[in-house]
């Protein structure tokens, strides 16, 4: 599924209704350069899932996680890993494979830890439609 945004805000409402949706157990990867828009997607996800404290870019920590949902979501913003073996000093299994949501930011990083099944969101520019466009792909 294609969807273009042309506003901030419809990349949240995008977020909104999959977190709406979002099941025990599922993971999300969410890939596209530096400001594209993963953590304001992530933001929508949230807040669809019923968090209502504020969601960042865990920059320096690799795993946020938030319990007050309908479900437990665990971000993940795997920017600065620097060797995949990173992910098993934090115990990723034990979240990948919970009870709770996963999104993952920049998930190409760790590409070979993610599951088959699990969703891909990939969010790109194109300066040639404006600043605030964005084409999402949904896997
Ligand atoms: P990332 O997490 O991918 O690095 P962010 O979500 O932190 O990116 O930042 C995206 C930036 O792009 C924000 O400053 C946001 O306001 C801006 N922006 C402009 N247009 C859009 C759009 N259509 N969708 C999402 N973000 C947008
Ligand atoms: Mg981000």
Same mark, same amino acid.
């Given at each position: 599924?294609?969807?273009?945004? $042309?506003?901030?805000?419809?990349?949240?409402?995008?977020?909104?209704? %999959?977190?709406?949706?979002?099941?025990?157990?599922?993971?999300?990867?969410?890939?596209?350069?530096?400001?594209?828009?993963?953590?304001?997607?992530?933001?929508?996800?949230?807040?669809?899932?019923?968090?209502?404290?504020?969601?960042?870019?865990?920059?320096?920590?690799?795993?946020?996680?938030?319990?007050?949902?309908? %479900?437990?979501?665990?971000?993940?913003?795997?920017?600065?890993?620097?060797?995949?073996?990173?992910?098993?000093?934090?115990?990723?299994?034990?979240? $990948?494979?919970?009870?709770?949501?996963? %999104?993952?930011?920049?998930?190409?990083?760790?590409?070979? %830890?993610?599951?088959?099944?699990?969703?891909?969101?990939?969010?790109?520019?194109?300066?040639?439609?404006? $600043?605030?466009?964005?084409?999402?792909?949904?896997?």
């Amino acid at each position: 599924m294609k969807k273009e945004t $042309f506003h901030e805000q419809e990349t949240f409402a995008l977020g909104q209704q %999959l977190g709406a949706c979002a099941r025990e157990g599922e993971i999300y990867c969410l890939d596209g350069d530096l400001g594209a828009g993963k953590t304001v997607f992530t933001q929508g996800f949230a807040q669809g899932l019923g968090i209502t404290e504020p969601v960042s870019s865990p920059t320096f920590t690799i795993l946020q996680q938030y319990e007050e949902g309908r %479900l437990p979501l665990y971000h993940f913003d795997v920017y600065r890993i620097a060797d995949p073996s990173e992910m098993d000093e934090i115990g990723y299994e034990e979240y $990948f494979y919970g009870a709770g949501v996963c %999104l993952i930011e920049w998930a190409s990083l760790i590409e070979e %830890l993610v599951p088959e099944d699990a969703r891909w969101i990939r969010i790109e520019k194109n300066p040639e439609k404006g $600043f605030d466009y964005r084409r999402i792909t949904l896997e």
